[in-house]
């Protein structure tokens, strides 16, 4: 009896573990499948702040909790980690090594690690996405499998071409800011064609090759519609993507499916010569490609940025850093070009790679292209398969369609999952015996196919690790679940953040309509109530802010206005401090706010923006205490000064400087930063300002000079100031201040 019991226990063993593998495969396919359809869809614009970035790459962390603990059972249970071997593991292991130490080293490894918050590709998001292409490259193992995730791939593709057809027609039902160019679901016209491009040579080949006359036809309407969104959303990176990639796309396409699609081909190229030219007569396509100030102040940009890679070298500035690194090394004619912006990315990939994670990054990610294009290409080369050996160079190709669009611009969240993604099946493709077969007479011909053949991996040639005890494979399991499940809760925890702050934002927005609303009423018990509910509209705002900055205390915006922001804690506290008359509370209210700029100064992408909140609330505290007024506002220069250490270009920060250092009694300071202000500011509305701000400083420290007998001297400044004064005239004649400083220089001595 008991050896029928070993037995039966023997036979039960292989049964379970074939149930657990079965279902493991289950569950990776069907959420790859969810991840690459939905991830390039989904957005909010009902709450929260980040409506694009922050909500799929939380879908995309959660959906890869189950996948990842799938795929780490399956691994040890089947012991087929020989898979995970391919020309592709070392290259991009030493990527994902790279990224890690540039994190680590980074200016602020905080956001490299998390990611900014405009961008959110930090560490966390560049393993997430490598985690994925090993799982995909690993347990893919039939070309069936390949083919659905390209399918799923062309209908996520499909429901973002509708969507952007019907934005570019005005059948938009969402109210947009944005107008005109097609964005989709992507959040800007400029990542929209870059995201369709990489699915173009797939679509073509699939058109080639496709065994049936319906399908033929779907998909000519789909390469129709995909290439129509591309052209009218007229954006140059997508169209330097399709001249690097489609010529060799052609190169790729056999003369056998040139002849039997050649009607086609003539159809389709005649269709799309006669759309180009509608859309060149109609719209100012040519003149949007030929934008010559982008193309200035991208030339400016990337000086800049081989300014940084010298200074860092090595490792670089880190991860979704670069917004903190770039002021100081900004270009003049790029601030002049383009006043008061700051690029937190290069527009060129590779420039961004040099500098984000220094030469090391920039030499291993080169090393990963090469390696998977020369896997490709060998693929390509065994593949007897004529439907097959075309999806490997669809596939590359729509790699380098990605990879030639980052020449002059940068990946974004989808962008960046489909091309790890579309690498992740070439490798899996690598591992297939993509030859059809017959023997006829000793020999091996190609054996017809119809349809998409389906093809299963290479029987392994190499032995399978021995059987891992139980304790530690549950050992293993249960360190990857808290692993993942960690991830799931901070992605959620971060989520949940977005919202608390967005709703403390649309709490803040209503009070202030209502503030306006409250100044034209004339009934003054109306006008209370009105001014009540705004009131408690703003203590809503505080403790959805408060709520926010506790789950996620890395991001600073939730503290105070940046990019992506137009409030925040810290400044909520500033606002109630200049309402509140009783003195006690405004102490506390002001020193509240002020320490939520000092954390978020540890965090702050924007550190220009946080310096002038500072100094501003020590140059009004300055006006309420005149016993402390000089010290207050030397408080007040310290931060200005700071702000324009961090960002040289700021021209507003010249303008508070120039006004405190001539109420400190230095005019010889005041000038030099009015005469910052008047460069910096020239291009923008506010240049009548700087010029009449740069005029009267001129003149005043002119006086001064001229009283104290240095004469020679005081008639450089005045003159200084007289040429400002004429210069403001000349754009606005009717400017008071500007002829009274001509008039007081007339009366000199």
């Given at each position: ?11 039960h063993i292989p049964e379970t573990k074939e149930k657990v593998v079965y279902w493991c495969d289950k569950v990776i396919e069907a959420g790859l499948i969810l991840i690459v359809f939905f991830v390039p869809l989904i957005f909010t614009v009902s709450t929260g702040a980040d409506i694009f970035n922050l909500p799929r790459l939380t879908f995309l962390r959660i959906m890869t909790i189950p996948v990842a603990l799938a795929w780490v059972i399956r691994l ?280 984000m994670r220094g030469a090391i990054g920039f030499l291993v990610y080169m090393w990963m292209l090469v390696t998977f294009f020369v896997t490709s290409f060998k693929t390509w080369t065994s593949a007897l398969d004529p439907y097959w050996k075309a999806m490997v160079a669809g596939i590359a190709v729509g790699v380098l369609a990605y990879l030639g669009q980052n020449l002059v611009a940068f990946g974004v969240l989808p962008t960046i999952l489909y091309f ?330």
């Open positions: 009896m008991k050896k029928a019991k070993g037995k039966s226990g023997k036979k040890f249970e089947t012991r087929e980690f020989y898979r995970l071997k391919s020309p592709m593991t070392w290259p991009v292991l030493a990527v994902l090594l790279s990224w890690l130490l540039s994190s680590i080293f980074s200016l602020r490894p905080e956001v490299s690690f998390l990611g900014n918050y405009l961008r959110q590709e930090g560490f966390w998001t560049i393993a997430n996405m490598i985690l994925l292409f090993f799982i995909a490259s690993s347990t893919y193992k039939t070309t069936e499998q390949v083919n659905r995730l390209l399918q799923v791939m062309l209908w996520s593709g499909l429901v973002t071409i509708i969507y952007g057809t019907l934005q570019f027609f005005g059948l938009d039902w969402i109210s947009w800011a944005s107008k005109g160019r097609p964005f989709s679901t992507l959040g800007n016209p400029d990542f929209f064609p870059h995201f369709l491009i990489m699915l173009f040579p797939i679509a073509l080949m699939k058109f080639l090759y496709a065994p049936k006359l319906e399908l033929k036809l779907y998909l000519l309407v789909y390469i129709g519609l995909l290439a129509f969104n591309v052209v009218v959303a007229q954006t140059r990176g997508s169209y330097v993507g399709l001249v690097i990639s489609l010529p060799v796309l052609l190169f790729f396409i056999s003369k056998r499916a040139y002849r039997e699609n050649k009607n086609w081909l003539i159809a389709f190229g005649a269709a799309f010569v006669l759309i180009l030219v509608y859309l060149v007569w109609k719209t100012d396509l040519i003149s949007s490609i030929l934008r010559i100030g982008t193309v200035q102040s991208r030339f400016y940009i990337w000086l800049g940025g081989l300014s940084i890679f010298l200074a860092y070298p090595i490792l670089g500035v880190g991860p979704d850093v670069l917004r903190i690194a770039s002021p100081p090394f900004k270009d003049l004619r790029y601030s002049l070009i383009e006043p008061m912006n700051n690029p937190d990315r290069m527009h060129n990939q590779y420039l961004d790679e040099l500098i790890w993604m579309l690498m992740a099946l070439n490798v899996a493709l690598s591992q297939m015996e993509l030859a059809p077969v017959k023997v006829k007479a000793g020999k091996k011909e190609l054996a017809p196919s119809g349809g998409i053949p389906v093809y299963e991996a290479r029987t392994p040639s190499r032995k399978l690790l021995p059987e891992f005890h139980a304790p530690v494979k549950y050992l293993v399991y249960i360190v990857c679940a808290l692993i993942l499940f960690t991830s799931g809760y901070w992605a959620i925890r971060f989520m949940s953040a977005d919202l608390a702050y967005g709703r403390g934002e649309t709490a803040v927005r209503t009070a202030q309509y209502l503030e306006q609303q409250a100044q034209k009423e004339t009934d003054s018990q109306k006008k209370d109530s009105i001014l009540k509910e705004g009131d408690r509209l703003l203590t809503e705002a505080l403790d959805n802010y408060s709520q926010a900055v506790m789950l996620n205390p890395w991001e600073a915006g939730y503290r105070t206005a940046t990019e992506g922001h137009t409030s925040g804690l810290g400044n909520l506290y500033y606002e109630l401090s200049r309402r509140i008359t009783d003195p006690t509370l405004k102490e506390k209210y002001r020193s509240l706010a002020r320490e939520e700029w000092q954390e978020a100064l540890k965090t702050t992408m924007y550190l220009e923006n946080v310096y002038m909140m500072l100094g501003r609330s020590y140059q009004e505290e300055a006006t309420e205490k005149p016993d402390q007024r000089q010290e207050l506002l030397r408080k007040a220069a310290e931060n200005f000064e700071k702000g324009v250490q961090a960002d040289p270009g700021d021209y507003p920060l010249y303008f508070q400087l120039a006004s405190i250092y001539t109420e400190l009694g230095e005019p010889d300071k005041a000038v030099e930063k009015a005469e910052k202000g008047v460069l910096y500011a020239q291009p923008t509305e506010n240049r009548n300002y700087s010029l009449l701000l740069g005029a009267q400083t001129n003149f005043n420290y002119g006086a001064k000079l001229k009283g104290e007998g240095k004469t020679e001297e005081a008639n450089k400044y005045l003159n200084r100031s007289k040429e400002l004064a004429e210069k403001l005239l000349s754009f606005d004649p009717q400017n008071k201040d500007a002829q009274d400083i001509l008039e007081k220089l007339k009366t000199l001595p």
